[in-house]
């Protein structure tokens, strides 16, 4: 079993920065773990994922090269930093464990989420 907690969301103005983070307990360090996000009204969407070993990762279009997934094992930890937040970047954040890839039908594990808001 795996429990999950977010945590690093807020407001910020569009072009700022957050780090979200996923404390996690359980055998959190044997899976791939990924981040989705979710407006209200709107089906969950993958955002990034990250291998158990954490050298291997995969983005979303709309986030490459401003969003950054890693991975402490060692403190049971993943992180989501992210640059040059837009309007369209603002929703609930979810990270999960136990899936692989972009499918959030494959996760098993989720955290309650973690609200961005991104002023304009």
């Known amino acids: 079993q795996v429990q999950l907690v977010e945590s690093g969301g807020g407001l910020v103005q569009a072009g700022g920065s957050l780090r979200l983070s996923c404390a996690a307990s359980?055998?959190?360090?044997?899976?791939?773990a990924g981040w989705f996000r979710q407006v209200s009204g709107k089906e969950r969407e993958f955002v990034a994922a990250?291998?158990?070993?954490?050298?291997?990762?995969n983005y979303t279009d709309s986030v490459k090269g401003r969003f950054t997934i890693s991975r402490d094992n060692a403190k049971n930890t993943m992180y989501l930093q992210m640059n040059g937040l837009k309007p369209e970047d603002a929703a609930v954040y979810y990270c999960a464990a136990g899936g692989l890839g972009s499918r959030k039908e494959e996760y098993r594990y989720w955290g309650q989420g973690t609200r961005v808001t991104v002023s304009s």
């Open positions: 990250i291998k158990w070993y954490g050298s291997s990762t």
């Open positions: 359980g055998r959190f360090s044997e899976y791939n």
